[in-house]
Structure formats: structure tokens, C-alpha cells
């Protein structure tokens, strides 16, 4: 990955997106420091549907499963007929 320093991503911006498009992600740095990453769009995409896993993947995971704290059943305190 190439770094760009942002007054030069910000004055060459045409040139980054076509490095971006051709050679792959490019750093963008600030006061030396990594910033930002300018990837191509079909990465963005493979990237973003491999964090996000789909509604068959979740419910049949164990992470979509929990242990609730439920009451136990019976226990509940009813009203008498005479209350009514």
C-alpha cells in the first residue's frame, strides 16, 4: 500500500483514485500518522458482506444463542375469586 500525505491526496486526488483502482488499497496519512484507506469498490464490498453474516448464519450460531433469566413457572401469585 502506497501512503499519501492528505495535502497531496487532497491536491492529486484523481491520481490516488486511479492508484487505488489499479494497484490496490492506498494509505492516507496525517502529521505522519495512518488516517484513512481508500480501497476499490468490489474489496469494500467482499470486506463488508464477509463482517456481516446473514440471518441463517446468526440463528444457527451459538452466538444467537443466550441463556435468558427467566422466572421459574408455577410460582406466580394469583388473585382469588373473591378479590374480583
Same mark, same amino acid.
Given at each position: 500500500?502506497?501512503?499519501?500525505? %492528505?495535502?497531496?491526496?487532497?491536491?492529486?486526488?484523481?491520481?490516488?483514485?486511479?492508484?487505488?483502482?489499479?494497484?490496490?488499497?492506498? %494509505?492516507?496519512?496525517?502529521?505522519?500518522?495512518?488516517?484513512? %484507506?481508500? %480501497?476499490?469498490?468490489?474489496?469494500?464490498?467482499?470486506?463488508?458482506?464477509?463482517?456481516?453474516?446473514?440471518?441463517?448464519?446468526?440463528?444457527?450460531?451459538?452466538?444467537?444463542?443466550?441463556?435468558?433469566?427467566?422466572?421459574?413457572?408455577?410460582?406466580?401469585?394469583?388473585?382469588?375469586?373473591?378479590?374480583?
Amino acid at each position: 500500500m502506497n501512503a499519501w500525505p %492528505v495535502q497531496d491526496a487532497k491536491a492529486r486526488f484523481s491520481e490516488l483514485l486511479d492508484a487505488c483502482v489499479s494497484e490496490g488499497p492506498q %494509505v492516507v496519512t496525517r502529521r505522519g500518522a495512518e488516517t484513512a %484507506v481508500l %480501497v476499490p469498490i468490489a474489496e469494500w464490498k467482499r470486506m463488508r458482506d464477509a463482517a456481516r453474516p446473514s440471518l441463517k448464519e446468526l440463528l444457527l450460531s451459538d452466538f444467537a444463542r443466550t441463556n435468558l433469566a427467566l422466572p421459574p413457572r408455577g410460582r406466580a401469585k394469583r388473585r382469588s375469586p373473591s378479590a374480583l
